[in-house]
């Protein structure tokens, strides 16, 4: 996967990149049953580092974002996602914006135990950079005791929010989509 270095073209050539990237998240508040906390609250971070030589200083090759998850079970079938978001890149060209805003929205509809179809959606908010859409995906969780299968369609080649807010191309009812898994499986120690 990749696009131009930093959003730049050098003579109508695209340089494309590899991002390696660090996260973390952290729980601040869990929604319980009481409603005492009517919320499940999280901070998230992330680092991304382009990874090839591209002659550019490390400093250059930086991305972040910084979010707030804010999640809410409607019933034992629906559960609705706010996520204020922002991103910010060390080196832009000329026509890209540094700062980038938007309030990703996402949802989940279980249909059994078993069983949940998720969408999300990332507007920008504020000036977005040219030819850029907002990134829209559809997903199946298949839980199968331990592990947590995720089937998804998506409007991105990016699985980094702030890549797909800054250089998303596709638009996903028009076709443009790409498909992909995940695996998860969550470890107590």
Known sequence: ??????????????????????????????????GSKPISLSLKADLGIVTQQNRQPIKDDLS????????KKINEQIRLQLSPMYAY??????????????????????FSERFALMAEYYPIIGESNPNTNNAFSLGLNIQTGGHVFQLFFASTRWHLEQYAMAQNREQ??????????NVN???GL
Do not use: C
């Not at 972040?64 to 804010?70: G, K, Q, R, W």
């Not at 890149?89 to 279980?110: A, D, H, K, T, Y």
């Not at 996903?172 to 898994?181: I, M």
């Open 1 to 34: 996967m990749g696009l131009p270095i930093n959003g730049r073209q050098e003579l109508g050539v695209h340089h494309y990149f590899n991002v390696v990237d660090f996260r973390t998240k952290y729980a601040l508040m869990q929604e319980n049953t009481s």
């Open 89 to 110: 890149f060390s080196s832009v060209s000329v026509e890209n914006r540094n700062e980038l805003f938007s309030i990703g929205m996402g949802s989940q509809i279980n």
């Open 172 to 181: 996903f009812w028009a076709g443009d989509f790409r498909f992909g898994f």
């Open 64 to 71: 972040t974002l910084t979010s707030a998850i804010i999640s």
């Open 185 to 187: 499986r969550i470890f």
